[in-house]
């Protein structure tokens, strides 16, 4: 049913759709109307049968999930930010004990500074983690992604992480075909555990592994991934069967076919590139579009399929490697190893900062003429750096550089307090 | 000839003879049929408080809930000696996550169970003083709180023993530590507050917290069971003497139990919603310096360098413990 909503109310109708049965809750902006939405949900009787836990933080988040999981339920969280950073011991335990939780990520910066808004340092810090990454473009993909997301988990018993930008995707009403329950039924069986703690049939779970077979375990942990690669496909085109929509897959394409450049990101922004990928287009640019959908497992094969007819590329990515450069250009290097394309890092929209299309212009036009630094910072204040890093030479006591920002560019009303 | 009362007890001992009871008065422990839950083959030290504590809390458990019971673990001497891979000791279904998150791995559990309806399967979740009233304290509070379905138990051995006997937040002041070594001026732990987890516990209002030792077992096992009896949150604290972390000999565990209990230094009660309802009186009270100087965690008190102010002021806590929780037989104080 078509419906002007929310994002994070959408998703919330999504979760409830796919019949969770135990819910831990713990309020992070820009989350938390996700879990509030299915806590209301849960009170009024609509989503039954099913726990609603309001835990005390996303470490117990995580760690109810992990016992509802392995209890034989169909768990959920939704978390951001700190709140990731905060479970990531259960995270990465959930995924060595092979369990399938399904969770949002509301991608938001990761502080120091403390910042509310949107980029995708918090996942990226759990890519190595063993969760499966899918990045939802709009809030119709966000819903869509949830649902593939426990047929995908419980295939594999692996947990998943549905990752939507923070605030730009949770926070925008847009019109969102909310499918009906006999859909999302047929598509999504009730969880037949791998495993499961049951006093008819005891196990234990979790034991000390040595060297001896530790290896292994995370072997399979990788293979899941690599099958994972398989089925992603599959899944959409079951999905594309019963919803009627093509959502999901390893990747999506732009006016790829012919295009000398390509630009590659994840998530919301690929909107506005698609925008201004068109309005070049329209000047006789060849230029295309790769939109990343599965970041774990990453699809080396079907990125360098997609970019080898290319001349180079430009990763657009709302990370940074710090000390390094970029997350998903790194990635994206490793699948086209060897091929000799020329390809650029553009690092963009890191804490909220807002990716206005006449800056994509102007740097798909520098990356086109390759004239980019192989690292890119997308919008910089270099006078703000500069001064800072100046002031640091000058000044043993130069202060707290993220007041001293807020001083020199003029964002209170003051002159920087030291140096 | 006069009236001569049954005597339970065996002679010089302070046991219950379970071949003078009824049947249905024996131990768990006594019953052939027992679960077994912690089987034999596990790589405990000898002597080990906590396998003994384990085995007849979760067999109590078990028996309590008529086998229909799951356990989370924390990461601890307890998870690391029961199930080195591939072998497991649990004869019941056991979860092991992560050191600070079983009582909330617990409350997925329960609350697993309870959207599947399946009232009569029962969770507990265990784990040893760090893992309790360190690491997992934030969990347990939050379990605590929402008064969910879960008895947990703590294998108080007071301090970290699987990592090398570190000092935790229930290792007694003065007492030797890989962490508060017993050098200079004050040697050993500090003398701080101390983190009392079952008064903490009981601030939370919860149904029931008890405390116990394995030199009481029949009072462990009719605890753990009365506990089962129960819903909501439940927190049982049973001291576990550690031989190695704490220098003393294999064969003094129960030893040491009694002595903890009969100096005051570990006081021994239940408490219903937040209310003290009964402590388990003191039967030959004794000096702490009886239940120290076995022990090598607390050698450096005595002998050539001799601590005695500090051992008064141990004395001063065991004093403490026995006039706040009323330990003394009646007439006694």
């Known amino acids: ?313 430009i990763v657009l990515e709302k990370s940074l490697a710090v000390g390094m450069g970029g997350i998903v250009a790194t990635n994206v290097r490793m699948a086209v190893t060897g091929s000799g394309l020329r390809g650029f890092t553009a690092i963009a929209g890191l804490g909220g900062r807002a990716i206005p299309k006449s800056s994509l212009h102007k740097l798909f036009r520098q990356a086109e003429q390759e004239e980019l630094e192989p690292v890119t910072f997308v919008d910089l204040d270099w006078a703000a750096v500069n001064k800072q890093l100046e002031r640091e030479k000058q000044t043993r006591r130069s202060g707290p550089i993220a007041e001293n920002m807020l001083h020199d560019k003029g964002i209170v009303g003051v002159s920087a307090k030291f140096g | 000839m006069s009236f001569q009362p049954v005597k339970f007890y065996q002679t010089g001992t302070l046991t219950v003879g379970n071949r003078l009871l009824a049947q249905d008065e024996r131990s768990v422990q006594a019953n052939q049929m027992r679960s077994n839950s912690i089987n034999s083959g596990h790589r405990a030290c000898q002597g080990c408080g906590e396998a003994l504590g384990a085995r007849y809390a979760i067999d109590a458990a078990m028996a309590e809930s008529n086998g229909q019971l799951i356990a989370a673990n924390a990461t601890g001497c307890l998870e690391v000696f029961s199930t080195p891979y591939p072998e497991s000791s649990w004869q019941l279904p056991w979860i092991h996550s992560l050191f600070g998150n079983a009582p909330a791995v617990a409350t997925g559990i329960a609350a697993a169970m309870k959207v599947k309806g399946r009232n009569d399967v029962r969770v507990v979740a265990q784990g040893g003083d760090g893992g309790t009233t360190d690491i997992g304290f934030g969990c347990l509070s939050g379990m605590f709180e929402r ?62 917290v008890a405390t116990a030792t394995v030199a009481d077992l029949r009072d462990l096992e009719y605890k753990v069971r009365k506990a089962m009896q129960m819903r909501g949150a439940r927190y049982i604290q049973i001291f576990v003497p550690c031989p190695l972390g704490w220098g003393a000999a294999s064969h003094d565990t129960i030893r040491l139990a009694r002595l903890a209990k009969e100096t005051g230094m570990f006081p021994v009660f239940e408490a219903e919603h937040g209310e003290v309802t009964s402590v388990l009186k003191i039967r030959n009270k004794v000096a702490v310096e009886e239940y120290l100087k076995p022990q090598k965690r607390f050698a450096h008190l005595f002998g050539k360098h001799a601590h005695p102010e500090t051992v008064a002021r141990l004395q001063a806590i065991a004093d403490r413990n026995i006039r706040k929780y009323n330990l003394l037989p009646e007439g006694e104080n």
């Open chain 2, 147 to 208: 008064n969910d379905d879960v008895l947990y138990i703590c294998y108080d051995n007071q301090g970290y023993m699987n990592t090398g006997v570190q000092r935790s937040s229930a290792t007694p002041p003065a007492a030797r530590t890989a962490t508060t070594m017993p050098v200079g001026p004050e040697p050993g732990n500090v003398f701080g507050q101390g983190k009392n987890v079952p008064e903490i516990a009981m601030a939370h209002n919860i149904p029931y």
């Open chain 1, 1 to 313: 049913m078509l419906k002007q909503i929310e994002g994070s109310k959408a998703v919330a109708e999504a979760i409830a759709l796919c019949r969770p049965e135990v819910i831990c809750a713990y309020p992070i902006s820009p989350q938390t109307h996700i879990v509030e939405g299915l806590g209301e949900m849960v009170k009024s009787g609509t989503l039954t049968p099913c726990e609603f836990i309001n835990v005390e933080s996303e470490f117990a988040a995580m760690s109810v999930a992990i016992g509802a999981s392995a209890a034989g339920a169909r768990a959920y969280t939704a978390t951001a930010s700190q709140g990731l950073l905060f479970m990531v011991e259960a995270v990465y335990n959930a995924a060595g004990l092979g369990l399938p939780i399904v969770m949002t990520v509301a991608n938001r910066a990761i502080g120091a500074p403390i910042n509310i808004w949107n980029d995708h340092s918090d996942s990226l810090s759990q890519r190595d983690s063993g969760w499966m990454q899918l990045f939802a473009e709009t809030n119709q993909e966000a819903v869509d992604l949830h649902i593939q997301a426990f047929r995908l988990a419980e295939e594999l018993s692996m947990p998943i992480m549905v990752c939507m930008d923070g605030f730009i995707l949770t926070h925008a009403f847009e019109r969102v075909d909310i499918p009906s329950q006999e859909q999302v039924d047929a598509y999504l069986p009730p969880f037949e555990p791998r495993q499961v703690l049951d006093p008819a049939e005891p196990m234990s779970i979790g034991a000390m592994v040595g060297p001896e077979a530790f290896m292994e375990v995370k072997y399979l942990a990788h293979a899941k991934q690599m099958q994972a690669i398989e089925l992603i496909p599959k899944l959409a085109d079951e999905f594309k069967q019963i919803f009627g929509r093509d959502s999901g897959g390893l990747i999506r394409t732009y006016q790829i076919e012919d295009a000398e450049t390509v630009v590659i990101a994840m998530g919301s922004i690929l909107g506005t590139i698609k925008d201004v990928v068109d309005e070049m287009r329209a000047e006789g640019h060849k230029i295309g579009v790769l939109g990343i959908i599965s970041f774990r497992p990453f699809p080396l094969e079907q990125v360098r399929a997609a970019l080898i007819k290319s001349k180079r590329f």
